[in-house]
């Protein structure tokens, strides 16, 4: 595990500690990023990846190390500000755009003095001539799909000047034929100018090695790899990744047991959720399910797959109940239970107990006194059996790590043995342990009969657990083939 | 229609609840003391003698039975009530800033009832008189709601634009409609004996409302606790998008029953001191127990048996400030300062735990 | 010749100017996403402030000094609202409504401190009007806008001015950005924090000078709990100009004109209209305004949201 030297680096960090409370999120972690080349920085989710280049971009101040760009070491508190002015930009997963202002005001916001929309506008046209990275100045950026988003987020940087573009799991929220679109850019933007250099976070090996010159992995924040691309294969870096007990584990996921017993004597295959001709209004009335036709049956997961807004989280909350539906057929159990993919938001009390949030499930149709003790009794029993970690059934709900919150949200709606779940995200910013563990219990639910509906917003997830594949493109629904390609081309409309 | 998320944050943080209530009484104290130091220091600050003024205090509030009763009780009962009417609000998550207008709404409704209820046996018309008084309360905090479910309108800015135009509307009534017969004075004609409260002690002051506001308060307690509807409406306190999602509770119902129910709490509160106290309307009614209320609710952390102990609190507060004004000349505008510090310290206590407690997260 | 309909339009500029103070404040406050409730306390501490500061300075110099001590008020009061909700993250409407509590108990407290409980023998110098020669003999707007004191005439410099300064300077972005999405503004740079806290301050100078105003250009003497709610009208105006200066201009003026609605009824004799009806018209008119359905649609996205994320 040699680092790869030779030409000096434009950016470095070097011995980075982090703590957050008692969590060690990085350990001794160093990072070097040669000049004119793509730098993988690979590992699982909770790995460590986005804070290590959040120190670099000055948003997380380390406990120890030191940062050196272009061979100058930066001097403590290292700020965004900084890290721009020396030409360090950074595109979060989750963008970081003001939706209400144009794309022209999002570029110029943080510089100072007097705002000249027309000198930014053709700053921007310059860039969009010179990468092909075109936008309208004057859009605002809350009518933008996903991809213009994204690309305003690197116009953004380039506006000023920046060039090492740190870019965290970009590809995440694109369909595949944009992920490819996106990556051949970063290439091309690396090769440009020897003075270029990127950062690509990821947790896909593929991506990693198709692209990338160098590559680091982290593991439970430590740096475990660091060689160049061409000797690295998927078999080594699945390893680093993964470590070497838990690797088998995650490829037998890779090959999903498909339909446990098609041969199930129990009930046959029913239809539990059915739809027909659905239409699906959002609250402020705009149509984005048209016409959807399918049904989820007992002991089976289906997945859809969609890019962002298609219509998928008005489709989840129609069957789940929460959303009128305007036209069509439904027909779904009463008792379907439901998994949002906003935790804090939409699933827990946060400052109440868990026992109270066990009451909440049904909390709508209860009446009189509510059975207290019960309550507390099914939590304590809920939280041995689904291997939930709290230190009891009374603890507020805000004290759990989210991995645990969400396997209680989980185990909570699996309590009484729903005939259909409907889930959303479930294992959205969770690490690989708890993401492994709400696989389980999805599969568990499935194989004990249970009718699921599932999205997820990484396609490889939905490949990975569903037995079925529903693409939903721009509000309509067609059943696919599980094949990535066919997927990926269905989710962003193309004929397959 | 959902609450929106500042609010929940609010009921959640303020009206956090776990530790023991001994532990809870001897914050409340602590605070107390704290406010009581800055309020020595800002007599003195001003010129007053502090030792003076606050063996006036102690005097009016606490200084006889007759003190106690008559002064401290009887200005507790409208504190209680129009506390435990915020506290019901805040803890559903609706910042009910109206306690006040609920009030002059239910005391003008009782003394409208009344005065048109000549015929009517008193031992029926002094029960509906009450009704009436809620049921004012409930509309007047009804328009704050359908303001807010309709058309999104702030609550907080709603309620309080009604206690202004409640507090004209008395003005005017009490010059125009509901005057009394002599058109002399602006008020509403004085009750006949038999139309007021009982007074429950003989030789002091203290009325029937006492009971009503302890009785009350240990209900709504429990009901909040144990049953399925005090349950839901803490839920949509707490987080109205989880409350629906995962709960499939009507949170514009929960809300809209919410704020009524508050409303004719404060109302109730109006009815009791025209009918207990006042014996008849006029328009300074209510030297702002509906603004005080929030501090009785705050200090108490919504917990409606503890609005009981701050409303007395705040009652003492407020004979004592009467009783500093006569004999030290202090200006019982002073009040306004010592609520206004204890809210600010509670909100100051919680959020400094609060950052703690995440920082240890 | 003074028509009663030019009587009505000086007292609705008149009494739209504090409004407009007050709201312009507010304005810049909200832009940043923060909600002031406590600004009815910076109005009546700016009042009280002027009050003393014009009085014991004495002369047109006590004018100016009244001014500048009413803003030094607001400021110091919604300084501590500012330490509650921007860095102690305390939920802004219950810290709002404890200033407002606050600040009229304590001008009550000292304005009986200072004066005694009767208030005899406070002489103030205030400020007159000051025709512009010219643009005041205009047919009907000319007594009504260019017959006014001073400070009235500073609110036309004002309101362009922050209406450039919102959309054409890069302060102005990281205001608006910060109101919208401080995460968003952060990460290009932003300090959110800053940026909140000097908005707010801002609101409270505004607030503070609007107070002054009430005492030294209109009524001349300080009365407890004179600001009377205009801090929440103020609120309502910003609601009613969409956040933008010139709309929250345009909104102070017709709540102005409802206000001054009064004497043009008793200038043309309808006296059996009861004075109370007139009272309430701005909180009335408050409620039907805010009751407009479009009215949240463009109110700043993260507007009284306490979490703001922070590294």
Redesign the interface.
Known sequence: MSAPAASPSVLTLRGVHKRFGDVHALRDVTLEVRPGTVHALLGENGAGKSTLMRVAFGLVRPDAGTIVVSGSPMATPFTPLQAIARGIGMVHQHFTLVSAMTVAENVALGASGRYAPDVVAARIRDIGERTGLVLDPAARVSDLPVSAQQRCEIVKALARDVRVLILDEPTAVLAPDEAAALLQWVRHFADADPSHAVVLITHKLRDALAMADDITVLRRGQRVLCAAARECTEASLADAMLGPDERARALDEEVVPHMTSHDDSVGAHHEVVFADALDVRDTRGVMRVKRASFAVRTGEIVGVAAVEGSGQHELLRAVAGLLPTTSGRLRVPDDIAFVPEDRHRDALLLDASLTENLALRDAGTRRGRLPWAEFAQRTRDLLDQRDVRAASATVLARTLSGGNQQKFILARALDDAPPALVVENPTRGLDFRATAAVHDALRDARDAGIAILLYSSDLDEVLQLADRVLALHDGELRAVPRDRDIVGRAMLGAAS | MTATPTSSVLAANVGREGRGALGQVAQVATLVAITMGLLVLLLAVTGYDPATALRALARGAFGSWYAFTSATLVRAIPLALTGLAVALAFRAGLLNIGAEGQLLAGATATAAVLGASGAVPPLLSLPLALAAGMAAGALWAGIAALLRQRFGVLEVISTIMLNFVALYAVGWLVRGPLQEPTRIYPQSASLAKALQLPVLLPGTRLHLGVLLAVSLAVALWWWQRATAGGFRLRAVGMNPHAAATIGRVDVARVSLLAFLASGALAGLGGAVELTGVTYALYENLSPGYGYTAIAVALLARLNPVGVLGTAVLFGALQAGANAMQRDAGVPIALVNVVEAVLILLVIASDRLRGTRAEATA | MITPLDDFLAAAVRTATPLALAALGECITERSGVIN?GLEGAIICGAFAATVTAGAVGGSSGVAAGFAAGAVAGVLVTL?FML?TVY????????G???T??A??????????VYG?TGVGLTIPTTGELPIPGLSQLPVVGRAFFAQPLVTYGLYLVVPLLAWWF????????L??TG??P????????QPRRVQALAVLTGGAFAGVAGATLVLAQSGTFV?GMS??KG?IA??IVVLGRWSPIGVAGAALLFGGASALQYLFQSLGWREV?Y??F??LP??L??LV????S??AQAP?AL????LTL?
Request: no cysteine.
């Open positions: 409730i501590l509650f102690l993250r305390a939920d802004q409407i219950i810290t409504t404890a200033i509590l606050f009229l108990g304590l001008t009550g407290l000292l304005y009986k401190t409980t959309a054409r300077t890069h302060a102005g972005l990281a608006r950005a919208e999405s995460d968003a503004a952060l990460a290009a740079g932003v407890e009377a709610g929440f609120i309502a009861p109370q009806l009272l309430a909180y009335v408050t409620l805010l009751a407009r359905a009215a949240r996205a009284a949201r306490r979490e590294g």
